[in-house]
């Protein structure tokens, strides 16, 4: 693995790319009511990326970033029994719903990446404590996120918080280290495993991580639809996504997509 640590002054330029994210997101969540369609949240994203010169979005034709190849939308936006991957379209969001959105920017040649589960109206109470959860299992990472540290002693207190409370906890998909691309080394996973284990990373200075959380009411088991893209669970049960991009400070932690 090739883990490359970022200077102060590639974090400041993540940052900058952090911050359209939040903003992004910040916009999308105002609009997420009963009635709107998935592509109206995906196209107010769309306004960050029109709002500032040369920033580009992350999702739109990726892999290739070939136009009409690949992802075609902004954001990735989940909803309810999707865990990740959805893409934007015509459904409209109904009171209730659990609407994951995921977006990501490149601005200057750094990257930003960061996701939220908005909770649309009147939500069912253990849909609240799922959304609530995972959230806390992405505070559990940035509280605990210090030079001198492994990630597998953060991600032990993430999965046990999350199976304490009987959560599934998503293992096909993962964190990532983030920088100039969206996705580098390492691999940074929301649980242990025997492969971490023996591949540990070492938390220091400059390391730079998207690190998401992906919780479920059920079975951590996942299938990807005839779309090629959208993830739902197994059992059909809601999920939820919270994802951060994060620095290792000399002190603990900075969160490049956060307020
Ligand atoms: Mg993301
Ligand atoms: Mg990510």
Redesign the pocket.
Known sequence: MAISLKSPEQIKQMRHAGQLVRQALERCRAICQPGVTTAEIDAEAGKIIAENPGSVGLFKWYPTYHEGEGFPAFTCISVNDEVVHGIPGPRVIQDGDLVSV?F?VRINGWCG?S?TTIMVGSVKPEHKKLCAATEYVLQLAIDNIRPGRKWSQVARLMQRHAEDLGLGVIRDFV??G?GET??QDPKVPNFVSRELLRNDIDLEPGLVL?V?PMCTLGTDQVRTLDDGWTVVTMDGKPAAHY?HTIAVTETGCEVLTGP
């Open positions: 995921d990501g990446d996701a964190g990532h983030i969206m996705h998207a998401e994802e």
